[in-house]
């Protein structure tokens, strides 16, 4: 046991909180949830002998499960983090192809993988989540030289539950709180993140995903290509609230969003903007594609029998992210497609960018494709 008056060990240990406590104001300084499976995985390097942190997201689309790695850091330099906007869901590994992980989060507790004796190299397993997070799963992967401590697993748990909380706080201010949707701050949030940069370096903070203080956030810059918005409407929402009443109204709003839910990937961000109106923001590679998204969206509204309402539709409008948009100058293409569409009949999809090229809209279209409306 170090003595009082070692000024060595002290020194150390005074380093060592400073470390923690650093990591954790960096942990609870985010205003991003997509960064903190980062943050964590860059605690976890500095304070414990790891070699490596994976931590592995479940994807789900159209009931079918996957995993997605969104976060890998390894101690001697290199990794990754990975917006799950931006992955190839058919080509992500499934369930079963990593049994252990598997089994980490059937029993939500440690698994512990040794493959080189008893004092060799180990995978430690660990749940990201709790047994309450029935949407949200995970796992995180510790990989290490040798076992690891007792002391040294519990600083895992405590980070994680940090972590977890956190997690917790941040999704209840990005959420509605009628529908869990995300809110209209979250899309700011998304836009100025997930759409505008890669993480710098891979392992880096993000450049440019928060304007600087001070600097509107309406202002120009540059972003990747193939991000859409759109956005839906609910037809005579108005006279659906007059004639039913505000309960069975409010309840016409629960079932579209989860008819939402049910018809886009799990990895589209999914809006309430407010009253009737709802959002989503997603990456995609083709305009028909988009198209057919919100097509399916429409059809699936359209067919679902409403209690006490009967038939209710939606008319939907849609966007290319474009490089000197925003938030709400993105928002607003997407309403003037939703106007058309209202003015043409109601329960109709347009692409602002297909009205655009029929000449409907002043704007000068700035991509090539076929006109969708």
């Not at 709400?328 to 655009?356: M, P, W, Y």
Request: glycine fraction near 8%; include cysteine.
């Amino acid at each position: 046991m170090p003595q009082k008056g070692d000024g060595l060990w002290i020194h150390g240990y005074h380093a060592a909180m400073s470390t923690l406590i650093d990591h954790i104001i960096k942990l609870t300084d985010h205003r991003d949830r997509d960064l903190l499976e980062l943050t964590l995985s860059k605690a976890l390097i500095d304070l414990l002998p790891i070699q490596r942190i994976v931590i592995a997201r479940v994807m789900n689309e159209e009931g079918e499960k996957r995993w997605l790695e969104v976060a890998r850091l390894d101690a001697k330099g290199g990794g990754k983090v990975v917006d799950p906007m931006r992955v190839d869901f058919h080509a992500l590994p499934r369930l079963d192809d990593a049994s252990d992980r598997l089994k980490c989060l059937q029993r939500r507790e440690i698994v512990e993988i040794a493959w080189a004796g008893e004092d060799g190299p180990r995978i430690n397993m660990l749940p990201l989540f709790s047994d309450s997070r029935k949407d949200d799963e995970g796992v995180i992967e510790v990989h290490s030289e040798a076992p690891l401590t007792a002391d040294e697993l519990l600083t895992i748990q405590q980070l994680r539950r940090i972590y977890r909380n956190m997690y917790t706080l941040l999704e209840y201010s990005d959420r509605d709180a009628l529908t869990g949707l995300l809110n209209r701050k979250s899309l700011d949030d998304a836009f100025y993140s997930a759409v505008l940069e890669e993480l710098d370096g891979m392992t880096g903070e993000p450049t440019g995903a928060q304007p600087p203080k001070g600097v509107d956030k309406d202002r120009r810059h540059r972003v990747p290509a193939n991000y859409w918005l759109g956005s839906a409407v609910i037809d005579n929402f108005g006279a659906v609230n007059d004639k039913h009443g505000h309960l069975i109204a409010e309840e016409v709003l629960l079932l579209v969003a989860r008819v939402m839910n049910n018809t886009f990937r799990t990895y589209d961000r999914i809006y309430r903007f407010g009253g009737e109106h709802f959002g989503v923001l997603m990456h995609c590679p083709d305009e028909a594609l988009v198209l057919a998204a919100f097509e399916r969206f429409r059809a699936n509204v359209e067919k679902f029998n409403f209690p006490q309402v009967g038939r209710v539709t939606v008319s939907c409008g849609f966007t290319s992210v474009m490089a000197d948009d925003s938030p709400s100058t993105t928002l607003e293409k997407t309403e003037r497609a939703i106007d058309f569409a209202q003015r043409s009949g109601r329960n109709k999809v347009c692409s602002h960018l297909g009205l655009v090229r029929r000449g409907f809209f002043g704007d000068t279209p700035k991509v090539g494709a076929v006109d969708l409306f």
